[in-house]
């Protein structure tokens, strides 16, 4: 399919991508922004595998469209390519758009934790994330999930939603390629967890064991919560808790960084590395 | 002393903290902006401390004097505090500021790799990065260096200057506390380590030894290098390499998960945690 120009930042046609940063199409009918390249290429992959995941029309600067031939040659003929001069995408997207590449995307299923639990092999490593509302969070836990090779993720009804445009950029695009379920209460996931076997273990700065004694197990869930204030106390009482040894006196680990060591430690531990 | 209300946006009193969003201070004579209580706290412990910071202003909302009394009172009395309503801060700052803490430091000393190496005990362990220029990613370097008992950093000249308002921010602060030089290639860099007997590492995805199989030493220097790029391949070549095992195929870690990873098996290597 040929690019379509448009001139008008107000063309009905690109109207979801107007004003991107301030507004959130997640809670319309499960639609999101792909910003980039990498995302770009990563929501072509998933059409390609019959994910839950549709494209619906991509908005490129014009002179994007020559570099990106082969990845548009993938997504299916009746996805529009549209396209605008710096001007025009700067003033559609109200704020500058130095990537240029834009998608808009469609999430068309909605598993439940149990769903994607459901379908996984004997040997699998879940995270499982309570109340994150920082986009850059969730983003970073879907990137080291896929960075180590776990299976799935599954967020509480109390995390943001991943789909979110930053959440998915910081993500390198690995939302819409680890299997994920978003909803229920954490009581509801822990207990999924554990009616499949799994050996869940809470990250904490208060955790009894240390992440690198946790014994390996074939199905094994590791949780995470807020930065801040971490998992509740109510949680940490009723599941097997480890922690991350840190110099003493400190602000805790950022987020990001703790799951990314939690799951490296994991991963090893289980052989899956 | 007590606070001096500020009514008007173009005060002279409070010039440097205008539209501080668009511009960075660190280029004049080594001033900064510190945002936010935390990194209001360490300001004022790197001044009892005696480090190379020193605070030269301090403009806080109006609301936010309340809560700050004690801190307030740790700096010195000719350390001025300004005060300015919502509007008038947001005016001054040119974005809408909802911390509402910020102040303005200066940093009196410029250490060199070698005065900060010097310093070192016989049993050590620093971080060194080199062509770094993304804030956040130098902020979370320092906040991984003090969370895992780093005893210093040394940023080659490539890198971008850590006391700018974000990476400072990111840091949570720990640009004030862990001892750093920033200067100098990263073959003069390389050159003071091993005149120190440090046992230096690269760290890079295409590294030798797996991050936990690398045999602890007295005096240990982690090396590592830009996102995309890592470390040239003509560094990689003189110095020793480690990796961290990821699922194949995938985009490498964020830089700050890396080095925290990284981080995190180097010291507890050393017994250091």
């Known amino acids: ?29 499960g639609r999101f922004i792909a910003e980039g390249t990498v995302v770009l290429r990563m929501l072509s992959a998933a059409h390609q595998h019959g994910t839950d995941f549709r494209a619906e029309k991509i908005l ?23 396209v605008a001069s710096g001007e025009v995408l700067d003033r559609i997207a109200g704020f500058h758009l130095h990537r240029g590449v834009l998608a808009l995307g469609r999430r ?49 009804q109390g995390c943001c939603d991943p789909l979110y445009r930053k959440a998915l950029r910081v993500s390198v695009g690995s939302v819409l390629s680890v299997p994920y379920a978003r909803g229920g ?25 240390e992440i690198r004694a946790v014994p390996p197990a074939d199905r094994m869930a590791l949780i995470t919560g807020t930065e801040g204030e971490g998992l509740p106390a109510a949680i940490l009482a009723t599941i097997r808790t480890a922690r991350i040894a840190q110099a003493p006196g400190l602000d805790s680990l950022n987020a990001a960084t703790a799951t990314g060591i939690a799951l490296y430690e994991i991963a090893m531990a289980q052989g899956r590395l």
């Open 185 to 209: 209460s954490a009581c509801d996931v822990l207990a999924a967890l554990a009616e499949r076997n799994f050996a869940v273990w809470g990250l904490s700065p208060s955790g009894k064991t």
């Open 108 to 156: 068309i299923g909605q598993a439940t934790a149990g769903d994607v639990l459901e379908g996984l092999d004997a040997s699998a490593l879940v995270v499982a994330a309570f109340g994150i509302s920082n986009h850059d969070n969730i983003g970073s836990i879907f990137r080291n999930a896929a960075a180590f090779g776990a299976d799935a993720v599954i967020l509480d």
């Open 60 to 82: 490129l600067l014009e002179n994007r469209v020559g570099g990106l031939v082969e990845v548009l040659a993938e997504f299916p003929p009746e996805v529009p390519v549209y």
């Open 1 to 29: 399919m040929l690019p379509i120009r448009i001139e008008d930042a107000d063309d009905p046609r690109i109207a979801e991508f107007r004003a991107i940063r301030e507004r959130d199409l997640t809670g319309r009918e």
